[in-house]
């Protein structure tokens, strides 16, 4: 079983809006330190938004005001709404798990899903 599914990823105009689910079968989005990923065509894959276990969230500084980490926890659903998109943001969106004791957006995920494509145009 794949540890998390990611979806919600679309092809959309600058400006527009997103909002991408993982579901998370085998862990507790209530408790487990989780956040999302993206890997861009020959960049390095980036951290995007996290939680952490107290709650805490953290952005890397190109989303921070456009996107919005959350959680579902009826559903054990992360979530990733994604605002006003840029082209820059286009590329593959992965929902990850994180190693608890490392705060903010870490330098390694842990469990990872197949991610969701992400394409925004001008």
């Known amino acids: 079983q794949v540890p998390?599914?990611?979806s919600g990823g679309d092809s959309v105009q600058a400006g527009?809006?997103?909002?991408?689910?993982?579901t998370i079968p085998r862990f507790n989005v209530g408790v487990?330190?989780?956040g999302?990923?993206?890997?861009?065509?020959?960049?390095?894959r980036e951290g995007v938004a996290a939680f952490d276990s107290d709650g805490t969230t953290s952005y890397t500084d190109s989303v921070k005001g456009r996107f919005v980490i959350?959680?579902?926890r009826a559903k054990n659903v992360l979530i990733l709404q994604?605002?006003?998109?840029?082209?820059?943001?286009?590329?593959?969106?992965?929902?990850?798990?994180k190693a608890c004791h490392i705060r903010?957006?870490?330098?390694?995920?842990?469990?990872?899903?197949?991610?969701?494509?992400?394409t925004v145009s001008q």
């Open 16 to 22: 527009g809006s997103l909002r991408l689910s993982c």
């Open 70 to 72: 959350s959680k579902d």
């Open 104 to 118: 903010g957006l870490p330098p390694q995920w842990g469990a990872t899903g197949q991610g969701t494509q992400v």
């Open 32 to 34: 487990d330190c989780m």
């Open 36 to 44: 999302w990923f993206r890997q861009i065509p020959d960049k390095e």
């Open 82 to 97: 994604m605002n006003s998109l840029q082209p820059e943001d286009s590329g593959m969106y992965y929902c990850a798990v």
């Open 4 to 6: 998390l599914v990611e």
